[in-house]
């Protein structure tokens, strides 16, 4: 990993750029954006911005594709004379992108492709990335897991899931956050200031999650283990569900998942 390109510095970009920058303080990372006001307080010995992709695919063997979904295509077919089959291996983390359409673009039979779904919680090395591959001609998919592992887990999948992959695991960091703000906004009504009430629920959700991740059990388990009968933690459950929170929940995941599909 010495040389990592990304296309395309927005926000999942650049949470991308700055979890490989703590996890490869060696490597040197290329990031283009049309607009590069905004990140010269991010470049250093070892981080370059530029708005030339040319440039970035002539130094980069690993070009991950950072692109908006409705440009990629367009973009791949622009540059595709500059991508070396025998070199580059690329790694889109489009939305709802293929990588059938990505391969057609770029008119190769044979090109080390991949397709990824982070999140932005990259830029703390605790992303979930969803990877699928379809070609792999210069067997790279242990440097790909290894790229992406450095930033948090990842999962292989079907690609036919990466859709589903996207509305639960990079939808999904909004979808939690909201839940954050309302049981922030939750403790301010019952006496906290917004600081404080902000420190107990971020770690009580870390710790929600990491019960769940270390002892492997399902949540309703956990959740047990706290309902005491009469008590008040299964009082304010209940009321939630009369309210339609997990239903409210599932709704907005399958909304999301089928406006993707469309």
């Known amino acids: 990993m010495e040389k990592i390109g990304i296309i395309g510095c927005g926000n999942l970009g650049l949470s991308l750029l700055k979890g490989f920058r703590k996890q490869y303080p060696n490597a040197r990372l290329y990031g283009t954006r049309r607009n590069l006001s905004g990140l010269t307080h991010l470049e250093d010995e070892k981080t370059h911005f530029t708005s030339d992709n040319q440039e970035v695919i002539a130094q980069c063997d690993y070009l991950i594709i950072a692109l908006k979904p409705y440009t990629i295509l367009s973009f791949l077919e622009e540059y595709k004379l500059f991508i070396d089959p025998k070199r580059h291996t690329i790694i889109s983390v489009a939305t709802g992108i293929t990588l059938s359409e990505i391969k057609t673009a770029l008119k190769l039979d044979e090109i080390s492709l991949y397709r990824g779904m982070p999140n932005t919680a990259a830029d703390v090395q605790e992303s979930m990335t969803a990877l699928s591959g379809l070609n792999d001609p210069l067997n790279r998919k242990e440097q790909v897991s290894e790229l992406f592992n450095a930033i948090g887990e990842i999962v292989w999948i079907d690609e036919q899931l990466m859709e589903s992959a996207t509305i639960l ?94």
């Not at 200031?193 to 770690?203: G, H, P």
């Open 169 to 262: 695991g990079a939808c999904g960091i909004a979808y939690v956050l909201r839940f954050i703000r309302a049981m922030i906004q939750g403790g301010i009504e019952v006496g906290f200031d917004a600081k404080t009430a902000n420190k107990i629920v971020s770690q009580t959700v870390k710790g929600a999650a990491q019960l769940l991740i270390q002892n492997g059990l399902h949540p309703e388990e956990e959740i047990d283990k706290v309902t005491t009968p009469k008590g008040c933690t299964i009082v304010g459950l209940n009321e939630m569900e009369h309210s339609g929170f997990s239903s409210a929940l599932i709704k907005g995941i399958v909304t999301s998942y089928q406006k993707i599909e469309r």
